[in-house]
């Protein structure tokens, strides 16, 4: 009788406290509480009802500039007149311009796939500080084999303004994002090494043709010969 006593006192003071926790704290809960299902509210909010309907419309009108690029790149008839149309639009022909996109919908996955082909649609225009702007807001998200091909175009828009170092970096990096793709790889690390070769980086040009004939072998460029002229003329042979 005597421990069932005990066991209730011990209750009623573990109650008494939690009323008390509860009244000097319930004002800070509730306030806590509120901006968190504000929060969570406003996120939901935000992404059905303004992120979704907008990346949907990103996705309606970019199709057009989209298709037009992907035929310049299969034809490689990069022209005055379809990069203009894919960069600023045309609406004679329906196209809304990469431009306008990144401009409305810049916070969509669409939008942001636009800044590589503004980025792109720049470098072909020889306008290199744009090319590089919009490149370096491009966001592969992962893509690795996209994400190499931006590095590789970002380094060739500094390549053309005379800044060596930051080209051969992010032709290195073309190369590294995609080791485990080895045709690619091998031609972002062959590229990398002439580059470095042409520029006088006699060190990185011998690291970058070996790595290439280490790690990639079976690669076309070490077996047709190629790496082992380039290595040969900076003075290493077998």
């Known amino acids: 009788m005597a421990i069932q006593q005990a066991d209730i006192m011990e209750t009623n003071v573990a109650l008494e ?4 926790f509860w009244a000097n704290f319930s004002k800070p809960i509730i306030y806590i509480g509120s901006a968190v299902i504000l929060l969570i509210g406003g996120w939901l909010a935000y992404k059905y009802l303004y992120e979704a309907p907008n990346e949907e419309k990103a996705s309606d009108l970019i199709f057009p500039a989209e298709k037009l690029f992907s035929k310049m790149a299969a034809t490689s008839n990069f022209n005055k007149d379809s990069v203009t149309y894919v960069l600023k639009g045309d ?25 590589y082909y503004a ?29 190499s091909k931006a590095n590789i175009m970002l380094g060739q828009a500094y390549a053309e303004q005379k800044k060596t170092d930051e ?3 992010y032709f290195k ?20 090494g002439r580059y470095a ?18 790690k990639y072998p079976a690669s076309a460029k070490v077996g047709s010969g ?5 290595l040969a003329k900076l003075g290493v042979t077998q």
Do not use: P
């Open 226 to 230: 190629d790496v082992d002229r380039y």
């Open 119 to 147: 980025g792109a649609c720049y470098l072909h225009q020889k306008d290199f500080t744009n090319a590089i702007k919009y490149l370096k807001e491009f966001d592969g998200n992962g893509a690795n084999q996209i994400i």
């Open 17 to 20: 406290k939690a009323k008390g």
């Open 197 to 214: 070769d042409a520029t006088g980086k006699t060190k990185d040009a011998i690291e970058l043709f070996t790595q290439l004939k280490t």
């Open 173 to 192: 990096k073309a190369a590294s994002v995609v080791a485990n793709d080895e045709g690619m790889a091998s031609e972002a690390l062959f590229m990398a």
């Open 91 to 115: 609406k004679a022909q329906g196209i809304t311009g990469m431009l306008d996109i990144i401009k409305k919908y810049g916070g969509t996955l669409t939008g942001n796939r636009a800044n």
């Open 167 to 169: 080209a051969l970096n």
